[in-house]
């Protein structure tokens, strides 16, 4: 009895072997059941069939998201030519099974003639239909870290329900030249506190917080710590951002010790007084702004130190600043122009020697025209031209000059005055010039040759 069934058993198996087999031989020359190229059902035909078949049929043109159809057009061809013979080849043994399959099976063959059109517009529409979707839907906010109160701590990612537009778009983009596109919905998964990228957050800022920079003003060093630099620091949006008062404060402190723009100057005069100087355009600053793009870049570049001098800005003819490489005499240097109000004198110093000394003319007191008093300095040189303007009277002028030196924006100057003769030491009070300095056209050549664009001039009583 047990040999019988030993037998029916060994029969069945060879009988299930051949049965497979033959299926499994079927498979390799006919489509399964229920398969779908490209939106066309080639079940039960052989390669060639299929081709044919995908040759001349046409497909619906239809955009999902999901299930909800949201673009229907006129039926399209498949775009399969005779050339995709192989392609429809791999197909067919890529859909080889062991056993019979009936269940739904759908495969995209990628067209060489593919409707560059029609692919943009659907492209669109469903970017727009996402975008729409997602203005009344909540967007997640990722997690990441914060710098405050001293420490470096992780703040917990809120889930939403935005669909993930990227992810869609890029699906939309794998079966763009099929006839009915199916994209699956896909919502947008905020970044947790535990994934990769906000774990290195966390890492770069608790190693940022124990930096330290040397900021290089002049001829001192600051050592900053980026503790005294940074209120608080966070990731938002992937980017890096901070609160820099702390920093802003520390700016302010080397300005008020070593900046000279806007400040008085004292200046000892050629004749020994020591006096302040208040007013011009002369000086440095460093910029707040300036500085915290460079401090916080050396912070996260972890530089040793930067120099404060690509940071620094001026008034007057330009925005860079004068005398930051100048530290003798107050950060007036041995290089500079002197100007006496009262004694109607110029001096002229060039590494602490004396040039020239002469008398001048200066601007008119009476009608309110005075050389104005202050540290300024030379915007630039010319020789020769023609100084233009309007006297007191409204009458305008144009005085041609052999040498012309500005020292502020509003056109005081140093230059020749050929036309001029009153040349005494009171001329000033009531027959000056306009607010330039005049001087002899004798004098000048020397004066404009000692001369240095930058060079500070400064104006006294």
Same mark, same amino acid.
């Given at each position: 009895?047990?040999?019988?069934?030993?037998?029916?058993?060994?029969?069945?198996?060879?009988?299930?072997?051949?049965?497979?087999?033959?299926?499994?031989?079927?498979?390799?020359?006919?489509?399964?059941?229920?398969?779908?190229?490209?939106?066309?059902?080639?079940?039960?035909?052989?390669?060639?069939?299929?081709?044919?078949?995908?040759?001349?049929?046409?497909?619906?043109?239809?955009?999902?998201?999901?299930?909800?159809?949201?673009?229907?057009?006129?039926?399209?061809?498949?775009?399969?030519?005779?050339?995709?013979?192989?392609?429809?080849?791999?197909?067919?043994?890529?859909?080889?099974?062991?056993?019979?399959?009936?269940?739904?099976?759908?495969?995209?063959?990628?067209?060489?003639?593919?409707?560059?059109?029609?692919?943009?517009?659907?492209?669109?529409?469903?970017?727009?239909?996402?975008?729409?979707?997602?203005?009344?839907?909540?967007?997640?906010? *990722?997690?990441?870290?914060?710098?405050?109160?001293?420490?470096?701590?992780?703040?917990?990612?809120?889930?939403?329900?935005?669909?993930?537009?990227?992810?869609?778009?890029?699906?939309?983009?794998?079966?763009?030249?099929?006839?009915?596109?199916?994209?699956?919905?896909?919502?947008?998964?905020?970044?947790?506190?535990?994934?990769?990228?906000?774990?290195?957050?966390?890492?770069?800022?608790?190693?940022?917080?124990?930096?330290?920079?040397?900021?290089?003003?002049?001829?001192?060093?600051?050592?900053?710590?980026?503790?005294?630099?940074?209120?608080?620091?966070?990731?938002?949006?992937?980017?890096?951002?901070?609160?820099?008062?702390?920093?802003?404060?520390?700016?302010?402190?080397?300005?008020?010790?070593?900046?000279?723009?806007?400040?008085?100057?004292?200046?000892?005069?050629?004749?020994?007084?020591?006096?302040?100087?208040?007013?011009?355009?002369?000086?440095?600053?460093?910029?707040?702004?300036?500085?915290?793009?460079?401090?916080?870049?050396?912070?996260? &570049?972890?530089?040793?130190?930067?120099?404060?001098?690509?940071?620094?800005?001026?008034?007057?003819?330009? *925005?860079?600043?004068?005398?930051?490489?100048?530290?003798?005499?107050?950060?007036?240097?041995?290089?500079?122009?002197?100007?006496?109000?009262?004694?109607?004198?110029?001096?002229?110093?060039?590494?602490?020697?004396?040039?020239?000394?002469?008398?001048?003319?200066?601007?008119?007191?009476?009608?309110?025209?005075?050389?104005?008093?202050?540290?300024?300095?030379?915007?630039?040189?010319?020789?020769?031209?023609?100084?233009?303007?309007?006297?007191? *009277?409204?009458?305008?002028?144009?005085?041609?000059?052999?040498?012309?030196?500005?020292?502020?924006?509003?056109?005081?100057?140093?230059?020749? &005055?050929?036309?001029?003769?009153?040349?005494?030491?009171?001329?000033?009070?009531?027959?000056?010039?306009?607010?330039?300095?005049?001087?002899?056209?004798?004098?000048?050549?020397?004066?404009?040759?000692?001369?240095?664009?930058?060079?500070?001039?400064?104006?006294?009583?």
């Amino acid at each position: 009895m047990k040999k019988k069934s030993f037998i029916a058993t060994g029969i069945a198996v060879v009988a299930l072997g051949i049965a497979g087999g033959a299926w499994y031989s079927h498979q390799q020359t006919y489509f399964n059941q229920n398969t779908y190229i490209n939106g066309v059902n080639v079940s039960g035909k052989s390669a060639s069939q299929a081709l044919a078949k995908l040759e001349k049929a046409k497909v619906a043109n239809e955009l999902y998201v999901g299930n909800k159809r949201i673009y229907k057009g006129n039926d399209i061809h498949t775009g399969i030519l005779a050339t995709d013979k192989a392609k429809v080849a791999k197909v067919l043994q890529e859909q080889v099974s062991l056993l019979p399959n009936t269940s739904k099976k759908e495969y995209f063959i990628q067209v060489k003639q593919a409707d560059e059109a029609r692919s943009q517009k659907l492209a669109t529409k469903l970017e727009n239909y996402l975008d729409k979707e997602n203005e009344s839907r909540q967007a997640p906010v *990722d997690a990441y870290a914060v710098y405050r109160d001293d420490k470096v701590s992780l703040v917990k990612e809120k889930a939403g329900n935005t669909y993930d537009v990227k992810k869609m778009m890029q699906d939309f983009q794998k079966q763009a030249d099929a006839g009915v596109i199916k994209v699956a919905r896909k919502e947008a998964k905020p970044l947790t506190t535990d994934s990769k990228t906000v774990q290195k957050q966390k890492t770069n800022l608790e190693s940022l917080v124990m930096r330290k920079v040397t900021y290089k003003v002049q001829d001192k060093d600051y050592e900053l710590n980026a503790k005294d630099l940074i209120t608080s620091a966070s990731y938002k949006g992937g980017q890096l951002t901070f609160d820099t008062g702390k920093l802003a404060n520390q700016i302010k402190d080397i300005n008020a010790k070593q900046a000279t723009l806007g400040k008085s100057f004292n200046f000892k005069t050629t004749g020994g007084s020591e006096i302040t100087v208040q007013d011009g355009s002369y000086g440095w600053k460093i910029s707040e702004a300036k500085a915290k793009k460079t401090l916080l870049a050396a912070l996260q &570049a972890n530089k040793a130190s930067v120099n404060a001098k690509a940071d620094i800005y001026g008034t007057g003819f330009y *925005d860079t600043g004068t005398g930051y490489d100048v530290t003798a005499a107050n950060g007036i240097g041995d290089t500079y122009a002197e100007v006496s109000i009262s004694q109607q004198m110029a001096w002229f110093y060039k590494n602490g020697t004396l040039i020239t000394s002469l008398p001048v003319v200066t601007g008119n007191v009476s009608d309110g025209s005075s050389t104005p008093i202050g540290v300024h300095y030379i915007g630039y040189k010319q020789s020769p031209t023609v100084l233009r303007g309007v006297h007191s *009277d409204g009458s305008s002028y144009a005085s041609p000059v052999r040498y012309w030196a500005p020292f502020t924006v509003d056109g005081c100057g140093f230059h020749d &005055a050929s036309w001029r003769h009153n040349w005494s030491g009171s001329a000033y009070l009531n027959d000056g010039s306009n607010g330039c300095v005049n001087i002899r056209p004798s004098s000048m050549a020397t004066v404009f040759g000692a001369l240095e664009q930058g060079e500070p001039v400064i104006v006294h009583n």
